[in-house]
């Protein structure tokens, strides 16, 4: 079983940052990957953004490609996902997910929510213009 808690959501301005993060608990943190999505209302559940065991292999969705880091402290059980140049477009409410059951997956396939066995509860972030 893995825990997930993220923090750091909040209400930002167009062009503003803000950093989320995810603790995680219950397993050995940096023996599997992490994952952000996110879900506007009235939409589905998208990709943000993915980051391999070691943190050396990261992807990213299209639409926050150049603007969107995603890290991790294995020694502090944490993912972070810094958001710079914010838009109103992301607001939505920010999931992070372990993947558990695989270490390496194709990029594409770990945009995939299928890919991930937990998530957290989620934390809103809102962009306004």
């Known amino acids: 079983q893995v825990q997930l808690v993220e923090s750091g959501g909040g209400l930002v301005q167009a062009g503003g940052s803000l950093r989320v993060s995810c603790a995680a608990s219950?397993?050995?943190?940096?023996?599997?990957?992490m994952g952000w999505f996110r879900q506007a209302p009235g939409k589905e559940r998208e990709f943000v953004a993915a980051?391999?065991?070691?943190?050396?292999?990261?992807n990213y969705g299209d639409s926050v490609k150049g603007r969107f880091i995603i890290s991790r402290d294995n020694a502090k059980n944490t993912v972070y996902l810094q958001m710079n140049s914010l838009k109103p477009e992301d607001t939505a409410v920010y999931y992070c997910?372990?993947?558990?059951?695989?270490?390496?997956?194709?990029?594409?396939?770990?945009?995939?929510?299928?890919?991930?066995?937990?998530w957290g509860q989620g934390t809103q972030v809102t962009v306004s213009s």
């Open positions: 219950g397993r050995t943190f940096s023996s599997f990957a």
């Open positions: 997910a372990a993947d558990t059951a695989r270490l390496f997956r194709p990029p594409s396939v770990r945009s995939m929510t299928s890919s991930y066995q937990y």
């Open positions: 980051i391999s065991w070691s943190g050396g292999s990261t």
